[in-house]
């Protein structure tokens, strides 16, 4: 499976271009996008696209996503403590 010399994504086969340099480089795109960027001399870590690809592939968005999931579960379940039981509120 290669890996976009731009994004650093890795992609199937059949999907984007590969690039064969006359010094013996293989050069692997994922998408022309990649490459126009590339041949414009853009540097990756200073696209924001190629920055949220990284972080979205980490599974650092996935992780806050999922602990605010379980916080309104919690949210949840205290509510539905509060109102099965009304005597206990009253007593405070």
Do not use: Q
């Amino acid at each position: 499976m290669p890996t976009c010399s731009f994004c650093k994504k890795h992609y199937k086969t059949p999907r984007g271009l590969t690039v064969f340099a006359f010094d013996g480089r293989t050069i692997h795109f994922c998408s022309s996008k990649c490459k126009r960027n590339l041949d414009l001399g853009r540097v990756s870590k200073k696209i924001n696209w190629v920055k949220r690809k990284k972080r979205d592939e980490s599974g650092a968005t996935a992780g806050i996503i999922e602990e605010a999931h379980e916080k309104e579960k919690e949210e949840e379940l205290e509510k539905e403590k509060a109102l099965k039981s009304p005597k206990a509120d009253k007593k405070e």
